[in-house]
């Protein structure tokens, strides 16, 4: 996934956000596949287990029966169909996730060689929050930052001001406060 472009910023950004809420003892289920940020988070001293490709969509069984208290979700949201239902089917009381943002100036990312690297949602701030919420979870913090590339053109010189990537920080909110 990452022969040519490895996230560096985003890497750095989203390692910093993560050990800046979840102490490094807690243990992770991180929604997706193994990845180069898994490895990450290990040799930052959190215990992580990654889904195993299911469709979450249709499968939650591995969200189910985790015992983390903690579960990540980069750039995975807007991939399903349906993340209301993988969010409600979490466990643990700790969220920390981040998802592209909409930009107004480029379509909708889809690659026309892996069926499952497509986005069915970007997402703007306010839906993500949105999305949050009716699923039961609070937003304690987030963050939000750019991706600039290092082409010409108008998109890019837009990618250096316009916010591409949102994190947020999210507590599991008691059903009586709901």
Not at 41 to 50: F, L, Q
Not at 115 to 120: A, I, N, V, Y
Not at 135 to 146: E, F, H, L, P, R
């Given at each position: 996934m990452y022969e040519k472009t490895y996230?560096?910023?985003?890497?750095?950004?989203?390692?910093?956000f993560l050990t800046k809420h979840i102490e490094p003892q807690a243990k992770i289920?991180?929604?997706?596949?193994?990845?180069?940020?898994?490895?990450?988070?290990?040799?930052?001293?959190?215990?992580?287990?990654?889904?195993k490709g299911e469709d979450l969509?249709?499968?939650t069984q591995t969200i189910e029966k985790s015992d983390a208290t903690v579960v990540t979700a980069f750039e995975i949201f807007e991939h399903l169909l349906s993340p209301f239902t993988v969010l409600q089917s979490i466990k643990a009381d700790?969220?920390?996730?981040?998802?592209?943002?909409?930009?107004?100036?480029?379509?909708?990312?889809r690659s026309k060689t892996d069926?499952?690297?497509?986005?069915?949602h970007e997402f703007e701030d306010w839906q993500f929050d949105w999305l949050l919420e009716k699923?039961?979870?609070?937003?304690?913090?987030?963050?939000?930052?750019?991706n600039p590339t290092k082409k010409i053109g108008i998109r890019p010189i837009l990618?250096?001001?316009t916010p591409r990537y949102y994190i947020?920080?999210?507590?599991r909110v008691e059903e009586s406060n709901l």
């Open positions: 996230p560096n910023k985003r890497f750095k950004l989203t390692a910093e289920l991180d929604l997706g596949v193994e990845n180069p940020f898994s490895k990450i988070m290990k040799d930052n001293g959190y215990s992580v287990e990654n889904t969509d249709l499968d700790k969220l920390v996730a981040s998802v592209p943002l909409k930009l107004w100036f480029a379509s909708a990312y069926m499952r690297d497509r986005h069915f699923a039961g979870w609070k937003i304690i913090d987030m963050q939000k930052w750019t990618r250096f001001f947020v920080y999210a507590e």
